[in-house]
């Protein structure tokens, strides 16, 4: 059924008893061409664009629960391409052209709204560091413009410009970040891919990696065994204990990263706002609630829970930056695993296994690269070579060194990205 206004009309007048089901539900096949690993937005993305870019249809995305039941519910939900480094500033430009067009694409409401990114600065190095940043992207072909102070408050007059620790100087605008909503992602990637003949298969858990004079041949699940030519492991803060699996031990840790939501509000906040002092960003849902977050819990976690020393942290840090914050009650927060690699950047490339290929270390960045993310790990799997936005994303790198990509310039340590 293809979604449209004559169509929300007609189902009205039809009490809605026409409505046909978004994906189908079928049972797994005894052997695919393609099995994927891993029901998230990454996963879906992947075998959409195998089915569409690469006419390759007969695959599986097998997920252990429910479709979009990870990581890609359980973000704050911004799309951006404010990235420096050269292999990254081409990879997130290519996947905020494709959030331009998505849901046209897949004729499906994602409510990607462009409203607005700003990153602030509060001191003379970090403004320069803002404009070599802002330099970068718009020499990447994407928008930045440097504001000052007193340009800041036009924009955003609601924060505590004053602040006695970190007071705020400026801000980097990129117009064409902004927000989408994250679950509705997954559903448009899984209506897409289904349409087009892929098996879904939910609640399907797997249990094992099949290889064969160093090829794999298929996979073990919860609902039996599955053959495959090639598998793809894309399960974000899963991905070591899948990597397991197949005998491979990932250079990722998974860590805790929590989010907020507060009550229903009038519109207040009309862009994204990033506080990287106080470890802080908020933006508005087209539900008034206020979405935020802070930082990680730095140590090792699977666990999709909050706690309340991050609780503490997010608060000051809010409180800090928006006084006015403080009026609004939390309805609830949760945790979402990230998969943290040792430069803050991804991997998607082959492994040593024939056949089978990795997706993971995304870090903060993995909502806003699920287009992106699905056209180049499709593009590997069906040609065997990289395509020319994830080129830098080998999984060597942290072998050799050569190609390392530290965006914040942080070091190795996972927890600090």
């Known amino acids: 059924m293809r979604y449209s206004g004559f169509q929300i009309v007609k189902q009205a007048l039809g009490l809605g008893n026409g409505w046909a089901p ?44 429910y479709l979009g039941g990870g990581n890609v519910g359980r973000n704050t939900t911004m799309v951006r391409a404010n990235y420096y480094l050269p292999g990254n500033s081409e990879f997130y430009s290519h996947s905020l052209k494709l959030w331009e067009g998505l849901e046209a694409e897949l004729n499906y409401n994602v409510m990607h709204s462009q409203r607005g990114l700003i990153n602030l600065f509060h001191s003379d190095g970090q403004r320069d560091a803002m404009a070599r940043r802002g330099n970068a992207m718009r020499n990447q072909g994407d928008d930045a413009e440097l504001l000052t102070k007193e340009q800041l408050r036009r924009h955003v007059p609601y924060l505590d410009f004053e ?87 990932l250079p990722i840790e998974s860590h805790v990263l929590q989010a907020y939501v507060t009550e229903g509000i009038k519109p207040a906040v009309n862009h994204v706002i990033s506080y990287g002092m106080g470890h802080f960003y908020i933006c508005q849902s087209d539900k008034g609630g206020l979405v935020f977050g802070g930082d990680l819990d730095f140590y090792p976690s699977y666990a999709q829970r909050g706690n309340l020393p991050g609780v503490e942290q997010v608060m000051e840090a809010a ?4 006084p006015m914050i403080g009026r609004a009650k939390v309805l609830r927060h949760w945790g979402g695993v990230m998969d943290m690699s040792p430069d803050g950047s991804p991997i998607i490339d082959t492994t040593h296994i024939g ?11 993995g909502f806003k690269a699920v287009p992106a993310s699905g056209w180049a790990t499709a593009h590997l799997i069906a040609t065997g070579a990289p395509h020319a936005t994830a080129e830098r994303f080998r999984l060597e790198r942290f072998r050799d060194g050569v190609g390392i990509m530290d965006e914040e310039g942080t070091g190795a340590q996972h927890n600090l990205h």
């Open 22 to 65: 978004v994906w189908r539900q079928p049972e797994p096949k005894p052997a695919y061409d393609i099995v994927i690993i891993g029901g998230g937005g990454h996963g879906l993305s992947t075998a959409y664009y195998l089915a569409k870019n690469h006419g390759l249809t007969n695959v599986a995305v097998l997920e252990k629960g």
């Open 319 to 322: 409180m800090t930056l928006m």
């Open 163 to 249: 602040q006695t620790r970190f007071p705020i100087h400026g801000g980097l605008l990129h117009r064409r970040g902004g927000t989408a909503r994250h679950d509705a992602v997954a559903w448009g990637y899984a209506r897409g891919a289904d349409s087009r003949g892929v098996d879904l298969i939910q609640n399907c858990e797997v249990t094992g990696i099949d290889i064969e004079a160093g090829r794999v041949t298929g996979v073990q699940t919860s609902r039996g065994p599955i053959r495959a030519k090639k598998v793809a492991m894309i399960t974000a803060g899963r991905s070591g204990q899948v990597a397991a699996l197949a005998g491979m031990r």
């Open 355 to 365: 056949g089978l290929f990795l997706n993971c270390g995304w870090n903060y960045g």
